[in-house]
Structures are given as C-alpha cells and as structure tokens.
C-alpha cells in the first residue's frame, strides 16, 4: 500500500465505501509532489473561434464566443457562477476570439482560424503559440501557489474540430463519435459535420501524423492551448480537473505525445457529445473512473467545477474525519 492508499484506508468507513471518491483523492494525492491538505485551485477557459463555422457546422451565431466570453469575464456565465459558487478564481485566455479587443488575457493568436475545408486551420506557428499560451497559464497558476487547476473552452464549433482530431487521432468511426454539439433537434449539422470533416482527413493526410500536426490542421486554437497546458500540468507536477469532450480530445491528444499525463488528469463528468467515451479511452481512462452522469454538454468547465467541488468534499473528510484506530481505541460503555 503506498502513502496515497494509507490516507484513504485509515478512514472509519467500511472499506472503499467512499467509492470513486477515494480513488480520486488517492489519484490528487500521487499526482502531488507533496500532500497538501487543501487544494489551491484555478480555472482557465481557453476560448477561440473556428473558421470551419462557414462550412454549416453550427445553427448558432458565431458571435456568441465573443458575447459569452465577455459574459464569463462580467460574471454571469454558467462557469462564472459556478466558479464563484465554490470560491474558485477563474481567468478567460483568449487565444482567438473573432473580435478586435481581447476578452479577459490577451493572448489572441489570431481573430480565429480558417476554414479547414480550404486550408489548416493555423500555421505551424500559430499552432505553437497557442500551445504555449496554455503552458504559460499553468506556469503562471504555479508561481501563485495554485496545486489543482482546471480546463474549460468556449467556442462555437468546437465539437466539430475536437471530432475532426479525435477521428484522425484514433480511427473512431465518425457515424459513432459526431454528435450535436450545441444544435440539439438539428440532425443535418451532424450530417454535415460528418462531410466536412470527411473531405478535410483526406486533404490533409501526410501532414496529420502526429497530435501537433493534427491539431494544426483540423483543430482550433482552444484545444492547442489546452493541449500546452496539459503537458506543462505534467512536467510542473500540477494535477488537473477535465471536463468534457473538447477538454477530453485535448487530453488524448497530450496523452499521445506523453502517455504519463493522463495520471495528471481527473475526471469530471461524461458529457453526452458520442465521442465521449472515445476521447477518454484513447486517453487511458476507463469511464468507471468518471464520477458525474448528469447529461451535460455546455463546456466551459461546468463539469470540471462539479469534480472539483466533490473532491475538495473529500481531501477535507480524508483529513478531518476520525481514523478506525482512534474510533476502536474509545472505550465504549455499553461492553463494558
Ligand atoms: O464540453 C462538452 O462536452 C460540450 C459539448 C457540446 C457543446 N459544448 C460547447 O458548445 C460549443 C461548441 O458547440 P458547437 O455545436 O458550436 O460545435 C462550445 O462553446 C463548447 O463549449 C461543449
Ligand atoms: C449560449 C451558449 C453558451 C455556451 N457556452 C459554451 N458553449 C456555448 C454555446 C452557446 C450557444
């Protein structure tokens, strides 16, 4: 039994009966480099827009990544309220919102990036200054203290470019993996979705043999940025919360530049975007470890804050609560 299982063994419950939680704190506490007895936490959203919108991907307006991402620095978001209900500070990066003024840090690469089906989606040199946009947020949270981060996105039509890279990443049929995104009764965007990213993988194939080139050119700025600050959580021993599809195909993708990172990264919820369960399982998580089923599809770290709440829950319980050893060592008066 290593330190992280003794933690959670000493607990007077019966045993494992805290279920998925104990694994989840054992999993914090292997990923730390110390064991902290509280988490400092911090909250990206990385938000950028995709040009691939043009293609009839989406029903809603492109505009709405802009008017949101403001909305999340105003704080009236879902993720802002979120975040302030559980006393997590949270930071808007704006890797590339179509608009002139940055929303929140201003680390725009470019006011989205182009359509997929006529060229990449971002040069090689975009791809890594978004990508280091990422690491640098995970440095910066480093230097303030923070041991618990966690990833969130905003950006219409970011569920067909984390489809596209999932589909070349790791083969998935795109009849099991394209879903709705956020067009829920609107089944010829998932058919359309399917074409586009059909017609890009054949364009694109000789330059797609590895996550970076791959996100290049069918991705977006968001799950670049997200992919840095995956890999920087591992080489910085900083543990983080995933939350839904576009944050689980960042994940497989650094999962398959560094198969260690995936011990960086902690379950949220299973969102209902089909590719789901493929996201994580090419990224080495089995869906028992995911602790929330709640139907969610809105992004932005919702879910991410929901598993961070619980497991904030637990390191305290695991900490506070009584051990068995000094619950037997009581005298009890009824045997005496
Ligand atoms: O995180 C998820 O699982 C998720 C599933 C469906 C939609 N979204 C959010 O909806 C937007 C992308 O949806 P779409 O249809 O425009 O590709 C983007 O802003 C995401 O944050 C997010
Ligand atoms: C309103 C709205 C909010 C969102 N948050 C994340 N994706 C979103 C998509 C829409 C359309």
């Known amino acids: 039994m290593d330190k992280a299982a003794r933690m959670t063994a000493r607990m007077a419950i019966p045993p494992g009966s805290l279920g998925l939680l104990e694994k989840q704190v054992q999993k914090l506490f292997r990923a730390w480099p110390e064991l902290y007895e509280t988490i400092k936490p911090y909250h990206y959203i990385f938000a950028a827009d995709n040009g691939v919108v043009t293609a009839g991907v989406v029903r809603q307006e492109q505009a709405i990544t802009y008017l949101q991402a403001r909305n999340m620095t105003e704080g009236r978001a879902a993720i802002s309220c ?8 949270y930071a808007v990066v704006d890797v590339g919102i179509n608009c002139d003024e940055a929303v929140g840090l201003d680390r725009k690469v470019a006011p989205g990036t182009k359509n997929f089906l006529e060229s990449p989606a971002m040069t090689e040199r975009e791809f890594w200054q978004a990508y280091d946009a990422g690491a640098e947020m995970v440095q910066r949270a480093k230097l303030a203290g923070c041991n618990l981060l966690s990833f969130g996105e905003m950006g219409i039509g970011n569920t067909t470019t984390s489809t596209a890279v999932l589909h070349v990443l790791t083969g998935a049929n795109l009849l099991e993996i394209t879903g709705y995104g956020a067009n829920p009764g609107h089944p010829e965007v998932v058919l359309r979705k399917r074409e586009v990213i059909a ?51 960042a994940l497989a993708c650094a999962a398959r530049i560094e198969p260690a990172v995936s011990a960086m990264a902690i379950p949220s919820h299973m969102s209902q975007e089909p590719g789901m369960l493929y996201a994580l399982q090419a990224a080495g998580i089995h869906p028992d470890e995911v602790p929330i089923q709640a139907g969610l599809r809105l992004g932005e770290g919702t879910g991410a804050i929901l598993g961070l709440s619980m497991l904030r829950t637990m390191l305290y319980t695991v900490y506070n609560m009584k051990t068995m050893e000094e619950l037997l060592s009581e005298s009890c008066g009824a045997a005496k």
């Open 82 to 89: 979120f975040c302030k209900a559980q006393d997590v500070p």
């Open 199 to 249: 017609a890009a993988v054949k364009r694109y194939e000789p330059l797609m043999k590895a996550p970076q080139g791959i996100i290049r050119c069918v991705g977006g700025f968001d799950i670049a940025a997200l992919c840095g600050a995956m890999m920087a959580c591992h080489e910085r021993k900083i543990p983080f919360m995933l939350d839904g599809f576009i944050t689980a195909v």
